[in-house]
């Protein structure tokens, strides 16, 4: 079992789910890549967790739309037009009679190389496709426990954290570091000491009725996020994306997080200070919301 934000239900299928690597369908146990893979030598690929929702992968044409710009940002043709790969996802999940409740990881790497080396000259094969969709349903629990570490997120000149790559060494310290303080995920600020991220969701407050979030200019273009912010301008709740320090997060009302798993999670501690007794009126509210857009997502 994951923890915090990932937390989900131990679910037995999964021992023998079939996975997908270049189209072909493989045993868990069986499932394997070349220790030459740019991915596992280098950590050179892109990758998208995408959710399967009562027979729909949900907000799929965005998630295509985000993988197929991250390859070409670092100048690697994945080889697959975006129906071709969405045929895969089909092609597995039909393997494994999969129809709802189920979290896939889509991962594409640069291939395999002829030597171990960084430079994108020595690959010899096409890129690597894997495709693992697992049965999981996420833990209601009483709200996360976040903690601000030292890790920063960076700026786009060092390593562009618009980029849903696989090289996330610095989510990671991150995240050990949140361990380390007893909390469920790490707070990351920006270059400037402004509130970033966490290191694998994205974090909003509500002060005074309206919901806040960062810039944007140092976290990923998150999906969730988005459709959130969407969601409360839709309904008249004030949604605004700003530069804000931790003062502002330690006297906040409310405070949630966001991800395509587990979609909308409620804070309730962060850095030793009580952020609200319980589920605030406005995370429930856009709780419920973003609960209805998946219901009709799934419906189209």
């Known amino acids: 079992m994951a923890g915090g934000s990932h937390d989900y239900l131990d679910d037995q299928r999964n021992a023998s789910i079939l996975i997908s690597i270049n189209g072909e369908l493989f045993s868990?146990?069986?499932?394997k890549v070349s220790v030459f893979d740019s991915g596992f030598m280098l950590g050179d690929g892109v990758w998208e967790g995408i959710r399967l929702h009562k027979g729909r992968l949900l907000f799929l044409e965005a998630h295509m739309e985000r993988l197929?710009?991250?390859?070409k940002a670092i100048d690697m043709?994945?080889?697959?037009?975006?129906?071709?790969?969405v045929t895969r996802i089909d092609e597995v999940l039909a393997g494994n009679s999969m129809d709802t409740d189920v979290h896939i990881r889509l991962m594409v790497t640069r291939g395999?190389?002829?030597?171990?080396y960084q430079h994108p000259k020595v690959t010899i094969t096409p890129p690597t496709v894997v495709i693992i969709p697992e049965y999981k349903v996420a833990v209601e629990g009483p709200g996360l426990?976040?903690?601000?570490?030292?890790?920063?997120?960076?700026?786009?000149d060092v390593q562009d954290p618009a980029l849903n790559t696989h090289s996330k060494l610095?989510?990671?310290?991150?995240?050990?570091?949140?361990?380390?303080?007893?909390?469920?995920?790490?707070?990351?600020?920006?270059?400037h000491g402004f509130v970033a991220t966490c290191n694998s969701t994205h974090f909003f407050i509500v002060r005074k009725g309206e919901v806040w979030t960062s810039s944007g200019r140092y976290c990923l273009a998150g999906i969730t996020r988005a459709n959130i912010l969407q969601l409360a301008r839709g309904n008249a709740i004030p949604a605004l994306e700003k530069d804000f320090s931790l003062k502002d997060v330690y006297n906040a009302d409310e405070a949630f997080v966001t991800g395509t798993f587990a979609g909308l999670i409620p804070v309730h501690e962060i850095d030793g200070r009580v952020i609200g007794s319980d589920t605030g009126p406005v995370t429930a509210r856009l709780q419920a919301l973003y609960r209805d857009l998946c219901e009709r997502e799934a419906g189209a």
Do not use: F, W
């Open 28 to 31: 868990r146990d069986d499932a």
């Open 68 to 71: 197929y710009e991250g390859a």
């Open 77 to 85: 043709d994945i080889g697959l037009s975006p129906e071709q790969m």
């Open 112 to 116: 395999i190389k002829s030597t171990p």
């Open 145 to 156: 426990k976040l903690a601000t570490v030292h890790v920063r997120r960076g700026a786009p």
């Open 170 to 191: 610095n989510c990671i310290t991150a995240c050990i570091q949140a361990d380390k303080m007893g909390a469920d995920e790490a707070l990351m600020l920006d270059p």
